[in-house]
């Protein structure tokens, strides 16, 4: 009984060993975290990057010793310790470990040269939250914050705060909607009728001889949108208004280049829920402006999503043609064994790589031909010589082809011997057989290396920084002018977007909670591509599955 009773243990832990039993919690273990940690990075994006969009109260903060007067929000709040203060050079009066800093967004930066100030706490009055403070959102310079004082036209003042702040405000918001319907022709104008017009006379004059009177018709056709555009650049001028600043100076600045104004202090949630709304709306649907560090995010996605597309459509008739070739045609030998070794040593390449081989063969060597081929009359000026989003698509179809390889070959592999044998036995060739038989059954196999192939394609950027990708693309490569897809054009690319925003924007604290946005929207958006070809496989699977079973 003593024996036993001391072997027991030893023979439960290797039995529980044979049983696999601490691997299978092992792996559950694994599993739960990384879902934890996938889950805590989102929870950290959505914080971080959606709360960028809620409009924050505007605060009058006042120095103690200076006297100096600041209109600003406060955007952060930070511990430090009093040591690092003094080693700075700080001399701070008082006693404790630690002193609170506060990371204030005043705006203003045509005027003070920054957005953002770090400022100690115990350096601070009291701050005050006046109801009239003004926030301005503009094309230009940032956000201006400071209090209305009028609104004029052709230099008359037609409102005044001194006699009446609410009528002055109402008055601003009816000029100011005035002013976006002149900014939305004129960018209607400048990127429709003229940017048309200047593509068919360039169509022209590649032509040459014989259309010189649509020549001319063109040449008055441009002229009269010219003459349209300056009239709306003048309406656009006549409409200013005048701010006073939290220090007392008086600016008198062209509501056209306002985006937006609100008072914040005196929004209530609904005004702010509404508010969040159009941001958000406006993140995802408009253009970037100051350096991409204000505005939306829409031609990155736009890009993202095309250059997705694009490559799939490219990366899976040949991932699939070599698979089957590899698996069903070739003679199963030592130089079969090669290029399998080479296909799967080429998913190791670092992607950089395949940027420089983009460069060289797609952009410089096919693109350079078909300029020489097709476009001479544009030479020296490359058309297709040049980094583009055909180039960029084609880059990334061969750095994610062996993933479409290795998953389609697995899938065939698993299909029974007996289901070709069946079909070759009741008189079907072996084309029909891979055709209407092999094909469809592998088909849930081709969209698990399509999915693979996007996940990893729509998170690089360092190939397409050589091959098309560009900081900011002022038109995207779809438009109403024949062929309609540009392939030759450069494009922007959400990686790209926060790559630049991130670690290229001269104002990083404004880029920080974009980069976090934008990073939360790159995650969604390939989520959903993943999504749908997770959905179509499943049929697919569904479809076959008897098939296989048998």
Known sequence: MRSQTVNAPGRGVSHLLRRGEPLVWLNAAAVSFSILAVLGLLVLLAWQGLGYFWPHALSLYQLKESGEIVLAEQVAVQQVPREQLLAAGYEIPGSGPQLERLLLKRGNRDVTGTDFVWVLRNELMAPTAPPGAVRVEREEWGNLYGFLEAVLEDDVVVASAKDSAAATWERFQTQLERARRVRSDIRDLERGELRATSQALEQLRRRGRGAAAEAIELEGAYERALRRLTALYSESARHRYQIRLADGQQLVLPLGQVVRAIQPNQMDVVDKLNYYRVRL????????????????????????????????????????????????????????????????????????????????????????????????????????????????????????????????????????????????????????????????????????????????????????????????????????????????????????????????????????PLVYATALLLVVIIALLNFAAVTLRNRLRERYASLEAG
């Open 281 to 512: 709306w406006e993140f995802l649907s408009a253009e970037p402006r100051e350096a991409n560090t204000e505005g939306g995010v829409y031609p990155a996605i736009f890009g993202t999503v095309l250059m997705v597309v694009l490559m799939s459509i490219i990366v899976t008739p040949f991932g699939v043609l070599a698979a089957v070739f590899l698996h069903e045609v070739a003679e199963q030998g030592r130089l079969t064994r090669v290029f399998r070794a080479a296909v799967n040593n080429l998913a190791g390449v670092p992607s950089i790589v395949y940027g420089i081989f983009g460069l060289g063969f797609f952009v410089y060597g096919m693109g350079g031909e078909i300029d020489r081929l097709f476009y001479k009359d544009a030479l020296p000026s490359p058309t297709y010589g040049t980094p583009g989003i055909m180039w960029a698509s084609l880059t990334l179809a061969l750095l994610t082809l062996p993933v479409v390889i290795v998953a389609t070959e697995e899938g065939l592999a698993r299909i029974p011997r007996a289901v070709r044998e069946g079909s070759l036995a009741l008189g079907a060739t072996r084309a029909e057989t891979l055709w209407r038989v092999v094909l469809p059954m592998a088909s849930p196999a081709m969209m698990t290396g399509v999915i693979l192939a996007v996940a990893r394609a729509a998170g690089e950027v360092a190939p397409l920084m050589l091959v098309g990708v560009v900081k900011l693309a002022p038109t995207l490569p779809v438009d109403g002018v024949f062929p309609y897809l540009h392939l030759e054009q450069k494009f922007m690319h959400l990686g790209f977007h926060i790559y630049d925003v991130g670690f290229q924007s001269p104002n990083i604290e404004a880029a920080r």
